[in-house]
Nanobody, 117 residues
Framework: QVHLVESGGGLVQAGGSLRLSCAAS????????????VGWYRQAPGKQRELVAQ???????MYGDSVKGRFTMSRDNAKNEVYLQMNSLKPEDTAVYYC???????WGQGTQVTVSS
């Protein structure tokens, strides 16, 4: 059963922006999603999975060194969604991006982000 769904990926030129969304589904999981830590991860072919950003239920964020100053994570508990605003995109940001819920260890299906030079 699907609990997390990512959207917003696509193809952009270097220097462009994208906004990714992660939506929780299911009445029971939505109540848990509101009060748990959620993270964005990414993985490119031949590379290990990388933590991009993380946000607590209280809105405290942390970012990977490679995206600091360019990406911003936020959440809207009323809508049961979390977001990743990506600015000044670089070709090395190309990867599949995944949403993860700490409670239940749930992963989304992933959304492809491709940045051309």
């Amino acid at each position: 059963q699907v609990h997390l769904v990512e959207s917003g990926g696509g193809l952009v030129q270097a220097g462009g922006s994208l906004r990714l969304s992660c939506a929780a589904s299911g009445s029971i999981f939505k109540t848990i999603f509101k009060i748990t830590t959620v993270g964005w991860y990414r993985q490119a072919p031949g590379k290990q999975r990388e933590l991009v950003a993380q946000i607590t239920n209280g809105g405290i964020t942390m970012y990977g060194d490679s995206v600091k100053g360019r990406f911003t994570m936020s959440r809207d508990n009323a809508k049961n969604e979390v977001y990743l605003q990506m600015n000044s995109l670089k070709p090395e940001d190309t990867a599949v991006y995944y949403c993860h819920s700490s409670s239940g260890d749930y992963w989304g299906q992933g959304t492809q982000v491709t940045v051309s030079s």
